[in-house]
Protein backbone atom coordinates (compact mmCIF):
# COMPACT_ATOMS: atom_id res chain seq x y z
CA UNK A 1 0.00 0.00 0.00
CA UNK A 2 0.96 3.53 -0.89
CA UNK A 3 2.41 5.75 1.99
CA UNK A 4 -0.50 7.73 3.03
CA UNK A 5 -2.67 4.72 3.34
CA UNK A 6 -0.85 3.41 6.13
CA UNK A 7 -1.15 6.84 7.31
CA UNK A 8 -5.23 6.86 7.11
CA UNK A 9 -5.71 3.41 8.13
CA UNK A 10 -4.00 4.70 11.29
CA UNK A 11 -5.76 8.20 11.68
CA UNK A 12 -2.60 9.91 11.54
CA UNK A 13 -3.76 13.57 9.57
CA UNK A 14 -0.89 15.77 9.70
CA UNK A 15 -2.10 19.29 8.93
CA UNK A 16 -0.24 19.17 5.40
CA UNK A 17 -1.79 16.30 4.42
CA UNK A 18 -5.40 16.66 3.50
CA UNK A 19 -6.76 13.42 0.54
CA UNK A 20 -9.71 13.97 -1.59
CA UNK A 21 -12.21 11.68 -2.30
CA UNK A 22 -15.18 12.21 -5.52
CA UNK A 23 -18.08 9.64 -6.56
CA UNK A 24 -19.96 9.77 -9.20
CA UNK A 25 -23.05 7.68 -9.88
CA UNK A 26 -23.88 8.34 -13.52
CA UNK A 27 -22.01 9.27 -16.40
CA UNK A 28 -20.13 12.10 -16.11
CA UNK A 29 -18.24 14.10 -18.87
CA UNK A 30 -15.18 16.74 -18.54
CA UNK A 31 -14.43 18.73 -21.32
CA UNK A 32 -10.55 21.03 -21.45
CA UNK A 33 -9.92 23.69 -24.11
CA UNK A 34 -6.00 23.52 -23.27
CA UNK A 35 -3.27 21.45 -21.99
CA UNK A 36 -4.12 19.20 -19.36
CA UNK A 37 -1.25 18.16 -16.98
CA UNK A 38 -1.06 15.67 -14.27
CA UNK A 39 1.64 15.49 -12.04
CA UNK A 40 1.95 12.35 -10.04
CA UNK A 41 4.06 11.31 -7.26
CA UNK A 42 3.06 7.90 -5.96
CA UNK A 43 0.93 5.54 -7.35
CA UNK A 44 -1.56 5.54 -10.04
CA UNK A 45 -4.15 2.77 -10.06
CA UNK A 46 -7.13 2.69 -12.49
CA UNK A 47 -9.78 -0.12 -12.25
CA UNK A 48 -11.98 -0.58 -15.26
CA UNK A 49 -14.55 -2.39 -15.10
CA UNK A 50 -17.70 -2.19 -18.30
CA UNK A 51 -20.58 -5.28 -17.58
CA UNK A 52 -21.81 -3.13 -20.93
CA UNK A 53 -18.83 -3.91 -22.62
CA UNK A 54 -17.97 -7.17 -21.66
CA UNK A 55 -22.32 -8.53 -22.91
CA UNK A 56 -22.28 -6.47 -26.36
CA UNK A 57 -18.44 -7.61 -27.18
CA UNK A 58 -20.47 -10.92 -27.86
CA UNK A 59 -22.96 -9.31 -29.97
CA UNK A 60 -20.47 -7.22 -31.42
CA UNK A 61 -18.72 -10.03 -32.87
CA UNK A 62 -21.68 -10.71 -35.27
CA UNK A 63 -23.32 -7.93 -35.22
CA UNK A 64 -20.68 -4.86 -35.08
CA UNK A 65 -22.79 -2.13 -36.34
CA UNK A 66 -25.82 -2.71 -34.23
CA UNK A 67 -23.27 -3.12 -31.22
CA UNK A 68 -21.82 -0.04 -32.05
CA UNK A 69 -25.14 2.19 -32.50
CA UNK A 70 -27.01 0.85 -29.63
CA UNK A 71 -23.69 0.84 -26.92
CA UNK A 72 -20.69 2.82 -28.77
CA UNK A 73 -16.97 2.88 -27.09
CA UNK A 74 -16.44 0.83 -23.85
CA UNK A 75 -13.77 -0.49 -22.06
CA UNK A 76 -10.79 1.56 -22.19
CA UNK A 77 -10.60 3.68 -24.69
CA UNK A 78 -7.84 6.40 -25.62
CA UNK A 79 -8.42 8.29 -28.92
CA UNK A 80 -5.78 10.46 -29.99
CA UNK A 81 -4.29 12.80 -32.64
CA UNK A 82 -1.00 13.53 -32.84
CA UNK A 83 1.69 12.80 -31.09
CA UNK A 84 1.40 9.59 -28.15
CA UNK A 85 4.24 8.57 -26.31
CA UNK A 86 4.95 6.24 -23.34
CA UNK A 87 8.15 6.08 -21.69
CA UNK A 88 9.34 3.59 -18.73
CA UNK A 89 12.48 3.75 -16.92
CA UNK A 90 13.80 1.26 -14.27
CA UNK A 91 10.52 -1.05 -14.74
CA UNK A 92 9.49 -3.76 -14.64
CA UNK A 93 7.23 -3.00 -17.69
CA UNK A 94 4.56 -6.02 -17.46
CA UNK A 95 1.46 -6.34 -19.89
CA UNK A 96 -0.80 -9.31 -19.47
CA UNK A 97 -3.27 -9.96 -22.23
CA UNK A 98 -5.92 -12.98 -22.29
CA UNK A 99 -8.27 -11.88 -25.47
CA UNK A 100 -8.73 -11.56 -28.77
CA UNK A 101 -5.85 -9.10 -30.11
CA UNK A 102 -5.93 -7.18 -32.93
CA UNK A 103 -3.51 -5.00 -33.85
CA UNK A 104 -2.87 -2.77 -37.24
CA UNK A 105 0.01 -0.46 -37.98
CA UNK A 106 1.19 2.00 -40.66
CA UNK A 107 3.83 4.51 -41.17
CA UNK A 108 1.38 6.27 -43.61
CA UNK A 109 -1.15 9.28 -42.57
CA UNK A 110 -3.85 8.06 -45.32
CA UNK A 111 -4.85 4.51 -45.87
CA UNK A 112 -3.20 2.41 -48.40
CA UNK A 113 -4.44 -0.78 -51.08
CA UNK A 114 -2.79 -2.28 -53.36
CA UNK A 115 -3.39 -1.85 -57.05
CA UNK A 116 -4.01 -4.14 -60.35
CA UNK A 117 -0.42 -3.94 -60.49
CA UNK A 118 0.66 -5.06 -57.00
CA UNK A 119 1.52 -1.55 -56.16
CA UNK A 120 0.49 0.48 -52.96
CA UNK A 121 -1.50 3.48 -53.84
CA UNK A 122 -3.48 5.83 -51.69
CA UNK A 123 -7.14 4.54 -50.43
CA UNK A 124 -9.16 7.58 -51.70
CA UNK A 125 -12.98 5.91 -50.20
CA UNK A 126 -11.24 5.06 -46.77
CA UNK A 127 -8.72 8.02 -46.71
CA UNK A 128 -12.04 10.41 -47.00
CA UNK A 129 -14.45 8.31 -44.68
CA UNK A 130 -11.71 8.54 -42.04
CA UNK A 131 -11.08 11.78 -42.46
CA UNK A 132 -14.71 13.10 -42.49
CA UNK A 133 -15.75 10.74 -39.35
CA UNK A 134 -12.43 12.09 -37.31
CA UNK A 135 -13.62 15.58 -38.35
CA UNK A 136 -17.55 14.97 -37.20
CA UNK A 137 -16.56 13.28 -34.08
CA UNK A 138 -14.02 16.27 -33.29
CA UNK A 139 -16.20 18.48 -34.07
CA UNK A 140 -19.31 16.95 -32.03
CA UNK A 141 -17.39 16.75 -28.93
CA UNK A 142 -16.00 20.30 -29.43
CA UNK A 143 -19.03 22.39 -30.12
CA UNK A 144 -21.30 20.36 -27.58
CA UNK A 145 -18.46 21.36 -24.67
CA UNK A 146 -18.46 24.68 -25.93
CA UNK A 147 -22.12 24.78 -25.92
CA UNK A 148 -22.36 23.31 -22.68
CA UNK A 149 -19.86 26.27 -21.23
CA UNK A 150 -21.38 29.14 -21.82
CA UNK A 151 -25.17 27.99 -21.02
CA UNK A 152 -23.72 27.23 -17.97
CA UNK A 153 -22.02 30.76 -17.64
CA UNK A 154 -25.57 32.38 -18.04
CA UNK A 155 -26.94 29.80 -15.71
CA UNK A 156 -24.90 31.19 -13.54
CA UNK A 157 -25.27 34.91 -14.07
CA UNK A 158 -28.83 34.92 -14.23
CA UNK A 159 -31.00 35.56 -11.37
CA UNK A 160 -34.43 34.14 -12.71
CA UNK A 161 -35.18 30.45 -10.93
CA UNK A 162 -37.40 29.52 -14.70
CA UNK A 163 -33.84 30.54 -16.54
CA UNK A 164 -31.61 28.81 -14.40
CA UNK A 165 -34.41 25.47 -14.82
CA UNK A 166 -34.43 26.35 -18.81
CA UNK A 167 -30.85 25.74 -18.67
CA UNK A 168 -30.20 23.13 -16.25
CA UNK A 169 -32.28 20.90 -18.94
CA UNK A 170 -30.65 22.17 -22.00
CA UNK A 171 -27.06 21.12 -20.06
CA UNK A 172 -28.18 17.95 -19.32
CA UNK A 173 -29.45 17.26 -22.77
CA UNK A 174 -26.18 18.36 -24.58
CA UNK A 175 -24.02 16.61 -21.61
CA UNK A 176 -25.62 13.55 -22.91
CA UNK A 177 -25.93 13.60 -26.54
CA UNK A 178 -21.85 14.72 -26.19
CA UNK A 179 -20.56 12.19 -25.10
CA UNK A 180 -23.45 9.57 -26.86
CA UNK A 181 -22.30 11.05 -30.04
CA UNK A 182 -18.76 10.90 -29.51
CA UNK A 183 -18.90 7.76 -28.31
CA UNK A 184 -20.88 6.04 -31.35
CA UNK A 185 -18.44 7.65 -34.19
CA UNK A 186 -15.53 6.09 -32.52
CA UNK A 187 -16.99 2.56 -32.24
CA UNK A 188 -17.70 3.21 -36.23
CA UNK A 189 -14.42 4.32 -37.33
CA UNK A 190 -13.23 1.57 -35.33
CA UNK A 191 -15.31 -0.91 -37.07
CA UNK A 192 -14.37 1.09 -40.25
CA UNK A 193 -10.95 0.25 -39.46
CA UNK A 194 -11.11 -3.55 -38.59
CA UNK A 195 -13.14 -4.14 -41.87
CA UNK A 196 -9.56 -2.54 -43.98
CA UNK A 197 -11.96 -0.55 -46.68
CA UNK A 198 -14.73 1.78 -47.25
CA UNK A 199 -16.50 -1.23 -49.75
CA UNK A 200 -16.46 -4.29 -46.95
CA UNK A 201 -17.93 -1.41 -44.37
CA UNK A 202 -20.82 -0.83 -46.35
CA UNK A 203 -21.21 -4.25 -47.21
CA UNK A 204 -21.33 -5.09 -43.08
CA UNK A 205 -23.79 -2.11 -43.05
CA UNK A 206 -25.90 -4.01 -45.83
CA UNK A 207 -25.88 -7.52 -44.32
CA UNK A 208 -26.92 -6.09 -41.03
CA UNK A 209 -29.48 -3.53 -42.50
CA UNK A 210 -31.10 -6.77 -43.91
CA UNK A 211 -31.01 -8.42 -41.03
CA UNK A 212 -32.48 -6.48 -39.23
CA UNK A 213 -35.31 -5.80 -41.68
CA UNK A 214 -35.95 -9.71 -41.44
CA UNK A 215 -36.53 -9.57 -37.97
CA UNK A 216 -38.72 -6.53 -37.55
CA UNK A 217 -40.73 -8.25 -40.60
CA UNK A 218 -41.16 -11.30 -38.30
CA UNK A 219 -42.17 -9.23 -35.69
CA UNK A 220 -44.81 -6.84 -37.19
CA UNK A 221 -45.96 -10.06 -38.98
CA UNK A 222 -46.20 -12.02 -35.41
CA UNK A 223 -47.40 -8.72 -33.70
CA UNK A 224 -49.60 -6.68 -35.71
CA UNK A 225 -51.37 -8.91 -38.22
CA UNK A 226 -53.80 -11.56 -37.50
CA UNK A 227 -52.96 -14.98 -36.28
CA UNK A 228 -49.47 -13.61 -36.91
CA UNK A 229 -47.62 -15.93 -34.66
CA UNK A 230 -49.36 -18.50 -36.43
CA UNK A 231 -48.45 -17.65 -40.05
CA UNK A 232 -44.53 -17.41 -38.00
CA UNK A 233 -44.43 -20.92 -37.01
CA UNK A 234 -46.13 -22.22 -39.84
CA UNK A 235 -43.11 -20.07 -41.98
CA UNK A 236 -41.10 -22.03 -39.25
CA UNK A 237 -42.04 -24.93 -40.49
CA UNK A 238 -41.85 -24.68 -44.29
CA UNK A 239 -38.56 -23.73 -43.68
CA UNK A 240 -37.79 -27.19 -41.64
CA UNK A 241 -39.59 -29.50 -44.52
CA UNK A 242 -38.02 -27.94 -47.26
CA UNK A 243 -34.40 -28.67 -45.21
CA UNK A 244 -35.75 -32.07 -44.42
CA UNK A 245 -36.16 -32.77 -48.01
CA UNK A 246 -32.97 -31.57 -49.40
CA UNK A 247 -31.32 -33.08 -46.91
CA UNK A 248 -32.99 -36.52 -47.67
CA UNK A 249 -32.85 -36.34 -51.29
CA UNK A 250 -28.76 -35.77 -51.10
CA UNK A 251 -28.54 -38.62 -48.81
CA UNK A 252 -30.66 -40.94 -51.29
CA UNK A 253 -28.42 -40.02 -54.29
CA UNK A 254 -25.19 -40.91 -52.09
CA UNK A 255 -26.61 -44.04 -51.73
CA UNK A 256 -27.62 -44.58 -55.39
CA UNK A 257 -24.20 -43.74 -56.52
Known amino acids: MPFFDWLE ?3 VHPSWFKGSCNVTVGDALSGTFGASHTHI ?6 LVCDPEDLVMGRIEKYLPLVSNLLSG ?8 YGSSTSAT ?8 RRAHHIDKTSDNILARK ?12 MAVVVGLGSVLMCATAAGLDLAIRFIYEEMENTKSTETKEH ?3 VIETLKVLSYTLTGRIMALLKTLEEKGSAAEFAKQ ?17 GLFFPYGWAGLILLYEE ?14 GEKEE
Open 167 to 169: CEK
Open 9 to 11: MGG
Open 89 to 96: YVGPQMSI
Open 41 to 46: FGADVK
Open 114 to 125: KNDEGKEVIDVA
Open 73 to 80: MGGCTTWV
Open 205 to 221: WLKEGKFVGLLAAHAAL
Open 239 to 252: RNMKETMKNAALAL
